[in-house]
């Protein structure tokens, strides 16, 4: 289990004061103590594992507590503010449609029909046809695994039944998506798993994994499971705990061996979706088309909304009244997206998150050979970075406490980072909002870097 963080106000060595930060008074400030007590009395121990700032306000790349500090943000929330926290577009667009409508269920609404037109005009590739509003990513990916099962039971019937997914993938956390993770830790509740969910290794190539084709046809066979059977394989387009890319070469093969198995092909692009990898979607890196792509996050920049995009072959099979859901294409949540996503294009915060990423790929390349007694290795795509730190030089087991000081040691800075990520805990993750710019993003790293500095023992340096 992660550590939790304290209730310590800690007073800056001297104030903190740039466009971009300000840190005036101890942080967490202690009026806000009255506060984090009330969530800590009332809500599960689950809820505790981020650092204790008070959000009061968010706009852009910055949050602000109630006292006047202010922090560049590089956490997007959770990688969901791609647009900007509280851009006024989105602000304008809640506003309107909140006066008028907050609700008509599956009923049409003049929302819901201009965002899907939009999605599938600007965002959703030419090849598919048909975007399914939901309100989680967890939702999401429960849905896409009934549509590929639903599907393949159209084709060969019942036995065609498995879903396949990777080690170390995180798919969310109701019964279904949590099964389909790769993540074994997270999964002893379950108890009696499908058995038909299997997971194979990850070809990311960090923990000795073979990244070859073979593998992934080897961990068939080991499980006995006939490629035929398979309804559906789903991945993250990149692991939330590394920030890598599979290898293309792999991707390739394994569209080819979805088309030759008639099994549905699903991109988890929660995370990876809308930009954040320099692409609208980051399995375009790939080259390959998508069956169905799961997504949710950044749709909105901060509103709950969700979808499922796919082709009218596999998301016309439920009739009418059998895939729906409550909160579906909420009239406040399509609004805010479309703004969001009209941002993302207008804006090109695609092209800026592309454009950015050297710098970014940068520091990575520079954090390794700085702290290669603490960086097992420290990646990026678009403007998501992940530095991944390890007990000792080579080690690959995850170092939690390292990257929990790390955080803390930048929050207290004034840089906004959610808690250590990835198996163990052991990744620093950065995910500034897209509309960023290089110097914000300079002035994030350095934070970072000095953080580093004052946790981690960086190699000795010879002239
Ligand atoms: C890749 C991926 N899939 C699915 C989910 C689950 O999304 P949600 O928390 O909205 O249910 C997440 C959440 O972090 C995610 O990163």
Redesign the pocket.
């Known amino acids: 289990m992660g550590r939790s963080f304290e209730f310590t106000p800690v007073k800056p060595a001297a104030p903190i004061s740039t466009p971009n930060r300000e840190i005036r008074t101890e942080i967490p400030h202690p009026e806000d103590r009255d506060i984090v007590n009330t969530l800590r009395r009332g809500e599960p121990l689950s809820m505790s594992g981020q650092p204790l700032i008070v959000w009061d306000k968010a706009q852009g790349v910055h949050v602000y507590d109630r006292h006047g500090n202010k922090w560049l943000d590089f956490s997007s929330g ?1 990688l969901v503010t791609n647009a900007g926290h509280a851009r006024a577009e989105a602000v304008e667009a809640i506003k309107q449609t909140a006066e008028k409508l907050h609700h008509s269920y599956c009923f049409p609404n003049a929302e819901r029909a201009e965002l899907i037109a939009y999605l599938l005009e600007r965002c959703v590739p030419d090849y598919l046809d048909k975007v399914f509003l939901l309100t ?4 999401a ?1 429960e849905c896409a695994i009934k549509i590929a099962r639903a599907y393949a039971h159209t084709k060969s019937g019942p036995n065609k039944d498995y879903i396949v997914t990777f080690s170390g993938d ?4 109701t019964m279904g ?1 949590q099964m389909a993770g790769g993540i074994p830790a997270l999964k002893d509740w379950i108890v009696h798993p499908d058995p038909c969910m299997i997971n194979v290794p990850i070809p990311d190539g960090f923990r000795g994994q073979d990244i070859s084709f073979e593998g992934f046809l080897q961990a068939l066979d080991r499980q006995g499971v006939h490629p035929e059977r398979i309804a559906g394989v789903c991945l ?1 387009t990149y692991q ?1 705990g590394t920030a890598i890319l599979l290898p293309v070469d792999y991707m390739k093969k394994l569209r080819a061996f979805c088309d030759e198995n008639e099994a549905l092909l699903i991109f ?1 692009e ?2 990876a979706g809308f930009g954040r990898c320099g692409k609208m979607w980051g399995f375009e890196h790939y080259g390959v088309e998508a069956d169905l792509i799961v997504c ?2 950044g749709m909105s920049s901060g509103l709950p909304i ?1 979808a499922v995009m796919g082709h009218s072959k596999w998301m016309n099979i439920f009739p009418p009244g059998s895939m729906t859901s409550t909160h579906t294409g909420n009239p406040i949540c399509c609004a805010a997206a479309l703004a969001n996503l009209k941002l993302l294009v207008e804006e090109d915060l695609v092209g800026n998150a592309a454009g950015l990423h050297p710098i970014l790929e940068e520091r990575m390349a520079h954090f390794e050979k700085k702290y290669p007694d603490h960086v097992g290795r420290a990646a990026s795509i678009g403007l998501v970075g992940a530095v991944q730190m390890v007990k000792g030089r080579g080690s690959l087991e995850p170092d939690h406490d390292t990257a929990f000081e790390i955080v803390k040691h930048c929050v207290e800075n004034g840089l906004m980072l959610f808690a250590p990520v990835g198996t163990g805990g052991g990744t620093v993750k950065l995910s500034p909002p897209l509309m960023i710019t290089a110097d914000q993003l300079v002035e994030g790293l350095n934070v970072l870097e000095a953080a580093m500095d004052a946790v981690c023992v960086p190699e000795t340096v010879t002239a």
């Open positions: 959770v989680t990513g967890s939702e990916v995180f798919h969310g956390r998506s993250e939330g988890d929660v995370q949710g996050k969700s």
